[in-house]
């Protein structure tokens, strides 16, 4: 009797044991893996790219890549097997978006978006899946119009000026000028901004004139929206013009989302005692 009772307990032990397995092994495709995207900023009418990496698989052929953006049915873009599966990319997308097929093997999951519009701003989802495990990272995509400054100086017969002249900002940015020699001069009273419309009503051209000059001093023309900053510095010698621009854009930051492999291991590990 007690021998019978015996061989049942360890006959559903073993029972529970090989249900736990085949779970276990069914959970161990949902290990998470490490997929990193970083905060990026489009250039309308320009080629874009969504940056995105993941821990490589050497098996390529295990590697799915899924780009998905909130809000869009269907998919951005889905690369699998080696190839582009575009069977269930959103209609917008289409003919606008390529993985670096060659990237893929390094870990590399970014989206090439051609011909970057606005309404291409919003949220992403990077989703990868490999013979490792599954994992994704959201990123979030600005887009408008930033350029970096033209400066020249206006030769007049009364007074010179500089102008500060950049061809596409979008949302419409601040100009503010300084002046190396006098930091604490408002030099917005001897400045005039203006933002021109271009043919399509979207991104504009600013042109901001600085009067008042002098020579041997340096002038910066700073624009800045919510996505990009530029900076125009100019200066005027008794022999030369010396000018310098740059543009940054704001707030690239890197979004992580770490891995958390899922605890399956601890209840094979009690079950097996119970076993021996
Ligand atoms: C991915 O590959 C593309 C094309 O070579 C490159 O421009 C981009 O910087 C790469 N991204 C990362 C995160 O390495
Ligand atoms: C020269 O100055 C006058 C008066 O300030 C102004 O009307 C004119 O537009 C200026 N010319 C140039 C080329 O900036
Ligand atoms: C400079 O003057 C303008 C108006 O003349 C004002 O709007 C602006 O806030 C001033 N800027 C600073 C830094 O004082
Ligand atoms: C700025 O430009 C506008 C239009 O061209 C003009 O009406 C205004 O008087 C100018 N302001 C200054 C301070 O030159
Ligand atoms: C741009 O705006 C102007 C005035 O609001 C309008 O007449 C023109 O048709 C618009 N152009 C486009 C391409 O939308
Ligand atoms: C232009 O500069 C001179 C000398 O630097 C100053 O006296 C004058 O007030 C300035 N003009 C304006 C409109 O700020
Ligand atoms: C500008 O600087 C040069 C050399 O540094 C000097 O020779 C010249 O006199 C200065 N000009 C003025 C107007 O201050």
Redesign the pocket.
Known sequence: MWQQTKSVVSIIIILAGAIALIIGFGISGTHSITVTTLTSAGNIGEDGILSCTFEPDIKLSDVVIQWLKEGVIGLVHKFKEGRDDLSDQNEMFRGRTAVFAEQVRVGNASLRLKNVQLIDAGTYKCHIVTSKGTGNANLEYKTGAFSIPEMDV??????D?F?CEAPRWFPQPTVVWTSQVDQKTNLSEVSNTSFELDSENVTMKVVS?L?NITINNTYSCMIENNIAKATGDIRVTDSQIKRRSHLELLDSKASLCVSSFFAISWVLLSLSSYLT
Not at 154 to 159: I, K
């Open positions: 206006d030769y007049n017969a009364s007074s000026s102008r004139v009067y």
